[in-house]
RNA sequence: CGGGGUGUAGCGCAGUUGGUAGCGCACCUGGUUUGGGACCAGGUGGUCGCCCGUUCGAGUCGGGUCACCCCGACCA
């Protein structure tokens, strides 16, 4: 009789507890003993790296080239551009010395005080001043442009308060950052990386998003503007779940990054940057699990099928093991990745419930029952429907199934979202429902002070200007002023 | 940096008027089990965050200190 056992908090009681429950149970990530910062374990990092090869794909297929750059960077640097360093200085770690010494009682070491450094180094919080000191010995000609480069990287952001995936003081990211002869060559390259995001959400992580412009006082610091893509938590709150960035001639300025254009006449660079970080792995886990753990899209899966045999001696395992092993071969013909767990040292129960907390999106169960029978339980993870189907075939359908899970978690996660989208035109109104989550369309003055006020009252923010909204003049619902259009405001995290 | 809280086994916790530390889970050994997180028996594992003090004696009382967590300000 299997005892009463509370293995993860509900979703529906506390939902932080819930999801860092899940995070460190589920495999992914547990707290360091390093503050504010996380160790990945093997199982979420190869959900990790199957996002990072599918993003380095896409990225490539619009003629990025990876690259690599250095970890520290000189204090001068940062402040070569003003609105940028101000936007992270309050977050920078620093670098002071370069050698330690023992101490006096000679159990311990020092920082040696003679091994001061002459100028600081800042452990990179994103790689824009290196990068762009760099680009100006890569770029002399237009024929030098556009330069595209990317790289896969950890960046470090002193945070007060941090949280597993959404917010760790050091955090692996991908930064891409592009160099133009014109400005609308830049800004078509900000909005495209965007549609790469968003397409990227969609399609393989099965999370909607909203894409959108931010406003003035929630752009990048040094940016002209910022392209968004949101994400709705089903706790309701929002999610930024990468973003791209026009930078107008800000870093060419400040990096004396000038080019010959083809009348030979001397003008700065256009940039772009853009990133995702492994916060899309909280974006992915907070979208879609439920009460008994991870629920992962096959795209992203790293075992897609987990088939578990059930038997009572040796002789009977033998031949479930005959039986799975050309359901194994085929199905990895057809690229999909299984795990046969016929394991000893656990009891069928506890496998069930383990891979459905790691999200395994489709398993089979075979027993004695089902070979006499030609049988195999089929078990979906996103509903956890059980099925038993004829062997005869298994593979073709399974394969099927795995597309039919991708659909259904991205179309549910999409009907949760839209139903949680509402337009409103009433302050006091939106102020009562802000707190139960959701997203608020409400028309905007365009000023920072009703941003300011918004934020102040309810703690919810504009997340971006959206995308593809049909939008019609209005009155702004704090200030009575008029508005040409509507933003999406939400609490966020 | 403000407000609140917690430090006792790997994790979660109990520990009464001060008397020399315990429970559950996990782990190890053996056996029986195996179609939804098995059971029985035995076992390993602790400078009670750290320092100072009171006391014959401190996990417990007093002072200090450090660390972590939660709520704010900051953020991908």
Request: net charge negative.
């Amino acid at each position: 009789m299997a005892k009463e056992l509370d293995f993860l908090t509900k979703r529906s009681e506390d939902y932080s507890k819930w999801y860092n429950e899940l995070v460190v149970k589920a495999d992914l990530a547990e707290q360091a003993d390093v503050r504010g910062c996380m160790v990945i374990k093997p199982y979420g990092y190869a959900i990790w790296e199957k996002m990072q090869r599918i993003l380095d794909d896409k990225f490539k297929e619009t003629g990025v080239q990876n690259a690599y750059f250095p970890l520290l960077i000189p204090k001068s640097f940062l402040s070569r551009e003003a609105e940028h360093v101000e936007g992270f200085a309050k977050e920078c770690a620093v670098v002071t010395h370069y050698r330690l010494k023992t101490n006096e009682t000679h159990d311990g070491v020092i920082v040696d005080p003679a091994a001061k450094l002459e100028e600081e180094l800042i452990i990179r919080p994103t790689s824009e001043t290196i990068i762009w000191n760099t680009f100006k010995n890569w770029i002399h000609s237009y024929r030098d442009l556009p330069l595209l480069v990317n790289q896969w990287c950890n960046v470090m952001r002193w945070e007060m308060r941090t949280r597993l995936f959404l917010r760790t003081s050091e955090f692996l990211w991908q930064e891409g950052h592009t160099a133009h002869a014109t400005r609308e060559e830049a800004e078509e390259r900000a909005k495209m990386m965007l549609k790469v995001y968003a397409d990227f959400a969609e399609n393989c992580m099965a999370v909607p998003v909203v894409q959108g412009v931010k406003s003035e006082t929630e752009r990048f610091a040094g940016a002209l503007d910022t392209y968004t893509i949101e994400a709705m938590m089903q706790d309701g709150k929002a999610l930024q779940s990468g973003t791209s960035h026009f930078l107008g001639q800000n870093f060419g300025k400040a990096f004396e990054v000038q080019f010959l254009n083809r009348d030979n006449q001397p003008e700065y660079a256009w940039a772009t940057s853009w990133g995702v970080s492994t916060r899309l792995m909280g974006a992915l886990i907070m979208t879609h699990s439920d009460d008994n753990g991870l629920v992962l899209p096959p795209a992203l899966a790293p075992t897609q099928v987990v088939i578990i045999p059930i038997y009572k001696n040796d002789e009977q395992l033998q031949k479930v093991d005959e039986a799975v092993a050309p359901i194994v071969a085929e199905l990895r013909q057809m690229g999909i990745s299984v795990k046969y767990d016929n394991a000893d040292n656990k009891r069928p129960g506890f496998k069930f419930a383990d891979y459905e907390l790691k999200g395994v999106p489709v398993r089979l169960v075979l027993g004695a029952r089902d070979l006499e029978n030609g049988t195999v339980e089929v078990m979906r993870r996103d509903t956890l429907e059980k099925e038993t189907q004829r062997l005869e075939g298994i593979a073709a359908r399974v394969k099927d199934l795995l597309g039919d899970i991708q659909q259904n978690i991205f179309q549910k996660a999409k009907t949760f979202r839209d139903a949680h989208i509402y337009e409103c035109e009433d302050y006091e109104e939106f102020k009562q429902r802000v707190k139960d989550g959701g997203f608020f369309l409400c028309h905007w003055d365009g000023t920072p002070e009703t941003e300011a006020r918004i934020k102040e009252e309810t703690q919810a923010t504009i997340r971006c200007v959206p995308f593809g909204v049909e939008q019609t003049p209005g009155t702004d619902m704090v200030s009575g002023k008029p508005a040409v259009a509507r933003v999406l405001i939400a609490r966020s995290y």
